[in-house]
């Protein structure tokens, strides 16, 4: 892996009063941090401008890295699964990602890719992008799936364990909206009990029809 290096983030490369397609077709070319180098393609978002509801995770995995798509591996699975069950319509739905590019180390004789967790650096180099899409969408509901998805949004005074399913207001750019905080799907995935984990996601996410009436 490219070691990381200071860069300018992304405020070069996000176009101003663009829409969702504009700012997904100039972030292809995103040079905001060093891990454009080793990932695939970026990958960006999935959903409607005009989505109710916003989630947000970490950032791409392996089959998303080589798809450009986010959520379709199997945490995505996972995901649209409990959010089917819950009642969400997926034309209610917006997803991201907190960073647009894969960090990985590789390892064995086959280079498989291993999942790295993303610095501080990367997800101030990647805020731009995600506060474009959050301001053009303007949700009503913000989920933060994982705590890197919750410390972008957030801050560190958030702890997803303790607040998790819990409805929170806080102030932004556009004024106070609502965020609600949840495990990332992958942790149900890597859970020695995956049952209860899954049921403890589905319970969280039945806040979001409640909000959206």
């Known amino acids: 892996m490219t070691e990381t290096v200071d860069r300018p983030g992304a405020e070069h490369w996000v176009p101003r009063e ?29 959903g409607s401008e005009r989505a109710r509801v916003a989630l947000v995770g970490e950032q791409p995995g392996d089959e998303e890295d080589r798809r450009g798509i986010p959520f379709v591996g199997p945490a995505g699975r996972l995901l649209q699964k409990a959010l089917d069950e819950v009642g969400v319509d997926r034309g209610d739905v917006y997803v991201t990602n907190a960073v647009k590019h894969f960090r990985f180390t590789q390892v064995g004789s086959g280079k498989r890719r291993i999942h790295a967790t993303p610095e501080r650096a990367h997800l101030e180099a990647c805020k731009p992008w ?10 009503r509901l913000v989920v933060c ?69």
């Open 18 to 46: 663009a829409s969702i397609a504009a700012l997904r077709s100039a972030a292809a070319e995103c040079r905001g941090c060093e891990l454009w180098q080793n990932a695939t393609q970026t990958v960006f978002s999935a």
């Open 130 to 139: 995600l506060a474009a899409e959050l301001r053009l969408v303007d949700p």
């Open 145 to 213: 799936l994982g705590a890197t998805a919750a410390k972008a949004l957030l801050g560190g005074s958030v702890r997803v364990l303790r607040d998790r399913g819990q409805l929170l207001e806080r102030e932004t750019t556009l004024g106070v909206r609502t965020f609600l905080v949840t495990v990332h799907p992958s942790s149900v995935l890597r859970a020695p009990d995956r049952e209860p984990a899954y049921a403890a996601l589905v319970a969280d996410l039945r806040v979001i029809p409640e909000v959206l009436g």
